[in-house]
């Protein structure tokens, strides 16, 4: 448990906007490890991994070469970190629609509500960031990705 002399508290309350009672509830951190938890196949080529907190969510997908992600949007930022493989993003809807190619060290920032589909140009393990999480991967009413396969 943390602890904080008087004066400290009361000044990292100032500054935090929170009363000395609060002190006694700081949440508690939350281990996972992707080694060992289930992946969650959503289809034939496709699987997940994600842990989630109040703020954000952690997500390691695996995609199979020629996985579809299928056109879609959500009111989450998006960070996409490719660890391995390459996905080649359509972003954008009309004249302003373009491509972009993420490999393997490289990362896409997908701002809320921008319309965007993925396809894997080879086998790619890919780890995305959303803020806030994704209330519909939580809830497993993500059908958008559950029928997807290939093009």
């Known amino acids: 448990m943390l602890r904080f002399r008087k004066e400290d508290r009361h000044a990292l ?4 906007n929170v009363n000395e009672e609060s002190f006694q509830n ?4 939350t281990h996972a490890s992707f080694h060992s938890m289930p992946m969650e196949q959503l289809n034939p080529l496709i699987q997940r991994q994600f842990v989630y ?3 954000a969510m952690l ?3 695996l995609l199979r070469q020629g996985a579809v992600v299928p056109e879609h949007r959500h009111v989450n930022e998006q960070i996409s970190y490719i660890l391995e493989g390459a996905l080649r993003f359509l972003l954008g ?9 993420v490999r393997s060290g490289e990362v896409l920032v997908i701002p809320p509500n921008l319309p965007h589909s993925a396809e894997a ?12 999480p994704r209330a519909d991967w939580i809830s497993g009413d993500d059908a958008y990705l559950r029928g997807a396969a290939e093009r």
Do not use: H, K, S
């Not at 809807?93 to 190619?101: C, P």
């Not at 140009?121 to 806030?132: K, M, R």
């Open 13 to 16: 309350g100032y500054a935090l």
């Open 26 to 29: 700081i949440p508690q951190a």
């Open 53 to 55: 907190g109040e703020g």
């Open 59 to 61: 997500a390691r997908i």
């Open 93 to 101: 809807e009309g004249d302003a629609r373009r491509e972009q190619v």
């Open 121 to 132: 140009l080879e086998d790619t393990v890919d780890l995305d960031v959303f803020t806030p």
